[in-house]
């Protein structure tokens, strides 16, 4: 049964800190994990999607890495500000009879402050 | 952009009440979804669909019943709403197979049932 762990649970850092989020799932036989910004009291903003075949992925201050083997991933975040204060979550899609649906991390809540 | 819209950011039902929850996507996406979202619980399955009539059913879809009668919309039917039910409710779409399963999500509806 595949299961996604975020830790930590919540950061909190100085503005300008470059920082890490970790995601770890158990079964490694995934064919892309996405990663997911929620602000209080709305949806999930889709960050980055990161295939099985990729190492990297980028978007601006954000990149996610991607090690299958070892069943982790680590979203990074560079020169925070204090916009960048959410909820991060990661998520594996779980093949279910040919259909798939996501299996979530509990998130890591993240303040910046100035 | 995508689009996963929601027809209501809140809702306050009566306890007993028949509530509908709408949700549009605009990508001609096969798969949509269903979760709520309850502080300490984290996201929670309740419905998805994988194509137009189809459903399947998620982690807790007691007191609750789903449509999809065309492709781009997928209702969430509380039959007799209580105040267990008190929650968000995030819909979600994406790609049905492939490698761009990445999923968009809608801007959540917040309901309260009193």
């Known amino acids: 049964k595949q299961e996604v762990t975020q830790i930590p649970a919540a950061l909190s850092v100085p503005e300008g800190e470059n920082l890490v989020l970790n995601c770890s799932f158990t079964?490694?036989?995934?064919?892309?994990l996405q990663w997911f910004r929620q602000d209080p009291g709305k949806g999930l903003t889709s960050l980055l999607l990161?295939?099985?075949?990729?190492r990297e992925q980028t978007s601006g201050r954000l990149n996610a890495s991607l090690d299958k083997s070892s069943g982790r991933s680590t979203l990074y975040i560079a020169a925070s500000q204090p916009g960048d204060s959410a909820t991060y979550l990661c998520?594996?899609?779980?093949?279910?009879?040919?259909?798939?649906?996501?299996?979530f991390g509990a998130g890591t809540r993240l303040a910046v402050h100035p | 952009d995508v689009k996963v819209t929601q027809s209501s950011r809140y809702l306050v039902k009566r306890t007993g009440e028949k509530v509908f929850l709408e949700c549009v996507q605009d990508?001609?996406?096969?798969?949509m979804f269903w979760y709520r979202q309850d502080p300490g619980l984290g996201l929670r399955l309740i419905y998805f669909?994988?194509?137009?009539?189809?459903?399947e059913k998620g982690d807790i879809p007691e007191g609750y019943s789903v449509s999809r009668e065309k492709k781009e919309r997928f209702s969430l039917i509380l039959e007799s709403a209580s105040t267990n039910q008190t929650s968000m409710y995030l819909c979600?779409?994406?790609?049905?197979?492939?490698?761009?399963?990445?999923?968009?999500f809608g801007q959540g509806t917040r309901l309260t049932v009193v």
């Open positions: 669909s994988y194509d137009v009539k189809m459903k």
């Open positions: 998520a594996v899609p779980l093949l279910s009879g040919g259909y798939n649906k996501l299996i």
């Open positions: 979600a779409s994406s790609h049905r197979q492939g490698l761009n399963t990445e999923a968009f």
């Open positions: 990161i295939q099985s075949s990729q």
């Open positions: 990508m001609d996406h096969e798969n």
């Open positions: 079964d490694s036989a995934i064919y892309n």
